[in-house]
């Protein structure tokens, strides 16, 4: 009868052990499984700023584009020379409500 019960209690043991590891097994799987989720949002995330940044960049150039080429215009219909926007009456003007008339 001893040795039935030194055998059970063995197997119970040897259960137990397992039980925990198989519990350890699922919650390292379910960091990993995180992580990955973590990684795939940074990752997107990481694509929609460096797509906003190249988007700023491309506005950046056509606003200076358009600087350059609206004193050309205007110097076109008036026979008279116009200067370059500069960035203090650019601001002046937005302030006023005139930033549509400069561009």
């Not at 990752?43 to 700023?49: D, G, I, L, Q, V």
């Given at each position: 009868?001893?040795?039935?019960?030194?055998?059970?209690?063995?197997?119970?043991?040897?259960?137990?052990?397992?039980?925990?590891?198989?519990?350890?097994?699922?919650?390292?799987?379910?960091?990993?499984?995180?992580?990955?989720?973590?990684?795939?949002?940074?990752?997107?995330?990481?694509?929609?700023?460096?797509?906003?940044?190249?988007?700023?960049?491309?506005?950046?150039?056509?606003?200076?584009?358009?600087?350059?080429?609206?004193?050309?215009f205007l110097t076109k219909l008036t026979k008279t020379h116009h200067?370059?926007?500069?960035?203090?009456?650019?601001?002046?003007?937005?302030?006023?409500?005139?930033?549509?008339?400069?561009?």
């Amino acid at each position: 009868m001893t040795v039935q019960q030194k055998k059970k209690q063995e197997l119970t043991e040897h259960l137990t052990q397992t039980q925990v590891k198989i519990q350890q097994l699922a919650s390292s799987r379910q960091i990993y499984q995180e992580v990955d989720l973590k990684d795939h949002a940074l990752a997107a995330a990481s694509k929609e700023y460096e797509e906003a940044k190249e988007r700023d960049f491309r506005l950046r150039l056509h606003i200076e584009s358009l600087k350059q080429s609206v004193p050309r215009f205007l110097t076109k219909l008036t026979k008279t020379h116009h200067m370059k926007p500069n960035e203090n009456l650019v601001s002046d003007c937005k302030s006023l409500g005139l930033g549509q008339m400069l561009y």
